[in-house]
């Protein structure tokens, strides 16, 4: 079955760590994307990508990385940097065959910090 | 101002009622328009495009109003299972085609 996985479903971390969070499509989708909702607010995008190799700041990039080395991965990472990073991590993909403005979401990773 | 606004609600509907609500955008050259469904802690999906005709999918039907800058979706013969969070979208191709969600109307259809 094609899909968007995500791993780990809940990330507890320190104050002070670094942390990644993984996203994977086998939809050989070209653009993917990274959001975060905070309860009760709309999804703020993190940093999305167009293509391998290449990737683009969002609305709320700072405190935050992406790599793009293969088109199938798309993970972020958390950084120290990152003020309040306690929230709901989403990761999306889509091409440019699906329903323009579609994009397909995985299951998303709570991140807590203790 | 926020980009895309909706009511946070609850809107608390009666199964077999008819519920809508708005989401109002303030970038007039937004280019199109989605409402996607979100559950409880899942993940949203696409629910419908809106277009500038107004368009139905089954018990939902979808408006846009560009001279006032709004989309509205309208649920008839409400179902238990259309309990869940509806967020309005708007894509900008100006900007990369990025999506900008609205925060949410949460519905609760009971019995």
């Known amino acids: 079955d094609g899909g968007i996985t995500q791993s780990p479903k809940y990330l507890f971390r320190k104050e002070g760590q670094n942390v990644t969070l993984s996203c994977e499509q086998n939809l050989n989708h070209d653009a993917m994307y990274w959001y975060r909702q905070d309860p009760g607010q709309g999804l703020r995008l993190i940093y999305y990508?167009?293509?391998?190799?290449?990737?683009q700041k969002g609305d709320i990039a700072e405190g935050y990385s992406v790599s793009r080395e293969k088109k199938e991965s798309f993970p972020l990472t958390v950084t120290s940097a990152q003020k309040n990073p306690t929230a709901f991590y989403l990761c999306a993909s889509s091409s440019g065959h699906s329903t323009p403005g579609e994009q397909f979401f995985g299951p998303g990773t709570r991140l807590t910090v203790l | 101002r926020k980009e895309v606004e909706q009511d946070p609600g609850p809107f608390n509907v009666p199964e077999g009622a008819t519920v809508a609500f708005n989401c109002t955008y303030s970038n007039s050259a937004s280019q199109s328009f989605f409402w996607y469904r979100q559950d409880c802690r899942k993940e949203p999906k696409l629910l419908m495009s809106?277009?500038?005709s107004g368009n139905e999918d089954g018990r939902f039907t979808a408006q846009l109003n560009r001279a006032s800058q709004y989309i509205s979706l309208l649920i008839r013969d409400s179902k238990l299972s259309d309990s869940a969070t509806y967020l309005c979208?708007?894509?900008?191709?100006?900007?990369?085609?990025?999506?900008?969600f609205g925060g949410g109307t949460r519905v609760l259809v009971k019995p």
């Open positions: 979208v708007v894509n900008e191709p100006a900007a990369g085609n990025k999506l900008t």
């Open positions: 990508s167009q293509i391998v190799n290449d990737f």
């Open positions: 809106v277009y500038s």
